[in-house]
């Protein structure tokens, strides 16, 4: 993995002072259209959660909507989005996971954690199990993890 993590880092586009001034974007387009980088991001978090009983895959609007579909795919599972509403609220329907039905979130920036924290809590509070999170990256200087202690997690490239 370590040649493939070279490769899938050299896909992503610095974008300086974005979305405001002293914020590096870390931009997956070109990883979205490169056909082996996005195939090797799909097969890397699918892989990690073979073989343990998922039945959905939820994706976090909206790149995570781009990468959690393919990966349901793979696993057999159903897409469920869920959309974020302005900036503190999100959406999933009341139907969209079972009572104790294994269920992985998928995003493609963990950074401060606080969405994908609070969409692990509305599916629990739904009565489904978090079986596990993957993203694409994760910006560790934000300490995103924190926020998800115990939970099994891949991210695919790390950046401190």
Same mark, same amino acid.
């Given at each position: 993995?370590?040649?493939?993590?070279a490769r899938?880092k050299?896909?992503?586009r610095?974008?300086?002072?974005?979305?405001k001034?002293?914020?590096?974007?870390?931009?997956?387009?070109p990883l979205?259209?490169d056909?082996e980088?996005f195939?090797?991001?799909v097969d890397?978090i699918a892989?990690?959660?073979?073989?343990r009983?998922?039945?959905k895959?939820? &994706?976090?609007? $909206?790149?995570?909507?781009?990468?959690?579909?393919?990966?349901?795919?793979?696993?057999? @599972? %159903?897409f469920?989005? !869920?959309r974020?509403?302005?900036?503190g609220l999100l959406e999933l329907?009341s139907d969209?996971?079972?009572?104790?039905?294994?269920v992985?979130?998928v995003d493609?920036?963990l950074?401060? &954690?606080?969405? $994908?924290?609070?969409?692990v809590?509305?599916i629990?509070?739904?009565g489904a199990r978090? @079986? %596990?999170l993957g993203? !694409?990256?994760?910006?560790?200087?934000?300490?995103?993890?924190?926020?998800?202690?115990?939970r099994?997690?891949?991210?695919l490239l790390?950046y401190?």
């Amino acid at each position: 993995m370590e040649r493939d993590t070279a490769r899938l880092k050299d896909l992503i586009r610095d974008i300086p002072d974005f979305p405001k001034a002293g914020v590096v974007f870390k931009d997956i387009t070109p990883l979205l259209a490169d056909p082996e980088g996005f195939a090797l991001v799909v097969d890397a978090i699918a892989d990690r959660f073979v073989g343990r009983g998922i039945r959905k895959v939820v &994706g976090i609007e $909206a790149r995570g909507f781009i990468i959690a579909a393919p990966v349901a795919h793979r696993l057999g @599972a %159903g897409f469920v989005p !869920v959309r974020k509403v302005g900036k503190g609220l999100l959406e999933l329907h009341s139907d969209a996971v079972d009572i104790d039905e294994q269920v992985l979130v998928v995003d493609d920036v963990l950074a401060t &954690g606080g969405t $994908a924290a609070a969409t692990v809590r509305l599916i629990e509070r739904l009565g489904a199990r978090v @079986a %596990g999170l993957g993203f !694409v990256i994760e910006l560790g200087f934000l300490n995103g993890r924190q926020q998800l202690s115990g939970r099994d997690m891949v991210s695919l490239l790390h950046y401190e």
